[in-house]
């Protein structure tokens, strides 16, 4: 620790502190712009000068440590002032420079309203500039589908770049030229490939990188901002709605250190305009082989009587995007009818309902920082959850990380050791007979992480006890260092609290829907399936959903839900970590909340569910299941001393068909992605890339 | 200095040349396997001897040898003028118009050179010349000078250039150094100060006491 003084202010900062976070500690205000917390130190836009006592002119304070300040002559503390009339001038100074390139064109701007520029100019500028000279004007750039260019208003800070290669994992993004011809630019202006490619959107402290599909839509005053959490995949990352009226315009990343840090993925950012489309909006009834818009009344009552038959001829299904709310509604009202066959595993992953660690990211997303071995088991993280994919990254940057993969070789955007693609290489880890083997076991935080590939397959119970075999053989569960390094990793942001309620009782859902084609079943309850092959025609299929995806157009009966902007929903993400998000908008047309829909349909069927409200459900569902009442809480290593990985799955024989990521396309995973024109738009970008890659490899 | 691209006509592809490709692999040897984008400035140079002007391709193709990404040398390509990044003809012209130069003469080299080749970095038409003005040569002494193929053109008049760029298009190879026979950057006509011989002969010598000295023999 090191003793400084701000202004005065004596604060005692750890040595390796810069002067900017010396100053933050002590509480007075730095302007920057291409200072950025989670970057490396650019220190080139020079806005955050400050004078030092002893320093013969202004130093940058976010490129000076305070372990280099020297200490007066009697050693007095180093002292630093931000208010001086020195430091003021050189700010005016500064700002006038930055000024003198930039355009004047603040009211056709999108950045207008949330700019770090204007706000700045205006607290720490002067009145006017001095500059009578022509200003630079520079070309646009074409960055992609999602993020659009006006690069005559970039200010050099570099964030942008340094996103793109250090979170990103992607260096695409550059410098070119020098001086005052210095342009950002991808190389040839092809679109960044990475999946978290628009936060540089938000890293822009200018108007230069600005969201394409959001452009002249809105100024941020005229939005209703809602805190939430996205659910295109399951790691919950926390979002920012912001509508107006009924229409959700953008999503922004919310901080949370312990998810999503201040990223989101691409999906998350740009596939809310799927929500105006395909939207279904008034319930439907297929007579005669044709879907018929109709009356809730109708609706209601054709779903009561098909679910009013033989309950051992029914069966139910949760989807991907379903909420933890819906799915208790329906788990309800199926115990109330004896219907005894349900699933929330429509992908076909052979996971057990219990014990919670079994299915849990169990080292939390924040854990990974920590582990200094990975094995990752027929999972691609890279699309499956980027921003896990990043904080292995970051781990990797930090310091020696040794990762394995086991599966479909890919870029993941760190180096690693492919270990092998069939499970064949994991039996062969679990016997001990790798090199890596010795370093899982000898890691002090080593970690497995078990994609939804590598479980739902034939053969996945069998995969699932090879490796937790090699969890228990490895020693990566060490209940009393706390950590618990066998992760699960999912896909779908309604699985965790699907298992997590025990929606998986009976058939599963591929058993479900070979019943129902062989005409042991009768009805089939879809909460949100779009995901897999559904019945032919014969038993009769109720869908509760948002979007006209293949669940709809097989639907017998469709009773309209709210997407997850539109409904004060629980989600769970892959950590076992209970959220709530919260409705930005209302649902389109006559569609209602899905719980809502299950207690109407349960008092046509005169079973009432015991509940009212979402407060009574949510009161029911946490004395039910006590894990949903630990708000925020991610378990990580807890009731690990009772967590044997040995035991999971099966014995049996496993086939040599490779491992591999359940998703073959990122943009495309959910009713509301596919919906989308920008994800559309992505998906098209992607593919043109990875024919590009595959001829210049030929 | 103006914004620098990319040319619009690219080759279709580069390869450095087998004896290109030992000096590369020479210079990637001086790097640790981690480190060999240290590299790339060599490298880009080498391929602009081969080629004349460095090309996408040829950014490409070197980056991937040394393992970065390619849009980190294409910043180093665009950030340094010395490396062309247009076609350029068999025999480059880089007239110095920087103020000694400018004063001593390089206006009227320039006006030759529009006037013969074309506005800078235009190839002729049979692809033997182009020209460009570059900053500061350092050789001010012998101001205007014009730099063909690395060698020093010095002491030019129009009438210099315009017999130098003669016997190059008629494939003969010129003679660097002074257009004026001045040796080195020695001063013109003969040597014009310091000439007293009894400087250099001893003879201008006075004793001096040297008041710290110590008495001799002490």
Known sequence: MAKILVDGVEVDVPAEYTLLQACEAAGAE????????????????????VELKGAPKPVASCAWGVRDCRSGPNGEPPEVFTKTPLVKKAREGVMEFLLINHPLDCPICDQGGECDLQDQSMAYGRSGARFEENKRAVEEKDMGPLVKTVMTRCIQCTRCVRFAAEVAGAPEIGATGRGEDMEITTYLEQALSSELSANVIDLCPVGALTSKPYAFN???????????????????????????????LRVLPRLNEEINEEWISDKTRFAEDGLKRQRLDRPFVRRAGKLTATTWDEALTAAAKALSGDPARIGALAGDLACAESMKAALDLMAALGVANLDCRVDGAKLPPGPRPAYLFNTTIMGVEDADAVLLVGTNPRIEAPLINARIRKAWLRKPLAVGVIGEPADLTYRYEHLGASPAALADLAAGRSAFFDILKNARRPMIVLGQGALARDDGAQVLRLAGRLAAAAGVVKPDEGWNGFNVLHTAAARVAGLDLGFAVGLTAAQQIMAANTGHLDTLLLLGVDEMELPRAGATVIYIGSHGDRGAHRADIILPGAAYTEKHATWVNTEGRVQYGRRAAFPKGEARDDWAILRALSDRLGKTLPYNDLQSLRAKMMADHPSFAGIDYAPGAQGSERFDPASLGEDGPVTAAPLRSPIEDFYLTNPIARASATMAACSEAASARRAVHRVAAE | MSVRRLASNQPSSFAFSADMLEKARWWMAKYPETRLQSAVIPLLWLAQEQEGWVSEPAIRAIAEMLGMPVIRALEVATFYTMFRLHPVGKHHLQICGTTPCMLRGAEELKALCKGRIGPAFQVTQDGLFSWEEVECLGACVNAPVAAIHDYYHEDLTAQDLEGLMDRLAAGETVQPGSARGRQRSAPEGGTAVLTDKSLYDGSLAVPVALPNRPASGS
């Open chain 1, 30 to 49: 730095i302007p920057r712009f291409c200072y950025h917390e989670r970057l490396s130190i650019a220190g080139n836009c020079r806005m955050c000068l």
């Open chain 1, 218 to 248: 809105a100024r941020p005053w005229e939005l209703k901002k809602t805190e939430s959490v996205d659910v295109m995949d399951a790691v919950g990352a926390n979002i920012r709605i912001d509508a107006r009226g009924s229409e959700v």
